[in-house]
């Protein structure tokens, strides 16, 4: 082998790797992430049921991206929304929504105000309903936000009426 063709093949296979590494996107960090459980209480004939998931969110109330995975990694559902729709892709398939709400309804068999929980789990009140503080969290859509253990990552919700539901999410904490 001569030195030059050593050269051009080593140049060759340089060439090569940067063009692979420079095809491959790394995934965005999330913006939050960590465990999501959702109590629905029985009511109307309804019986009780519960989610438990792992979840990675990106965006806000108007754009992003909600993944939910089961506890062995597993995709339970991805969920993207914009302005004026919403797309759920789970083993049943794609689906698209008018609204996050009604997404959710579909999903966890109860509607949940979704905009709202993308600020409550960054510990604050959606902007786009009034909010009264309380003891420990405030009140925003007839749902109870609790904060008091907010600082070691873990968000209360719960909402009273008829079917009281209850959610717990334990946020992951940069290290």
């Known amino acids: 082998m001569t ?7 080593l ?3 340089a060439l090569l790797c940067l063009a692979g590494c420079a095809g491959l996107t790394a995934r965005p ?9 959702l109590q629905v209480d029985a009511a109307a004939g309804q019986p009780a049921r519960s989610f438990s998931a792992e979840f990675d969110l990106r965006g806000d109330a ?15 559902a991805d969920v993207r929304w914009e302005p004026g729709s919403a797309e759920l892709a789970d083993a049943q398939g794609v689906r698209r929504y008018a609204t996050l709400d009604a997404m959710t309804h579909d999903l966890f068999g ?9 600020d409550w789990l960054r510990g604050r009140p959606w902007p ?18 609790g904060l008091a253990r907010f600082a070691e990552g873990v968000l209360e919700a719960r909402r009273e009426r008829a079917p009281a539901v209850s959610l717990r999410a334990r946020l992951e ?3």
């Open 3 to 9: 030195p030059g063709f050593a050269r051009r093949s």
């Open 11 to 13: 140049g060759l296979a």
């Open 29 to 37: 960090a999330a913006d939050l992430a960590g465990r999501l459980a």
């Open 62 to 76: 108007q754009r992003g991206q909600l993944r939910l995975t089961g506890p062995l990694g597993g995709m339970l």
């Open 110 to 118: 109860e509607a949940l105000p979704m905009a709202a929980l993308i």
């Open 128 to 145: 786009g309903a009034p909010s009264r503080p309380q003891a420990e969290g405030f009140e925003q859509l007839d749902w109870r936000v």
């Open 173 to 175: 904490r940069p290290s």
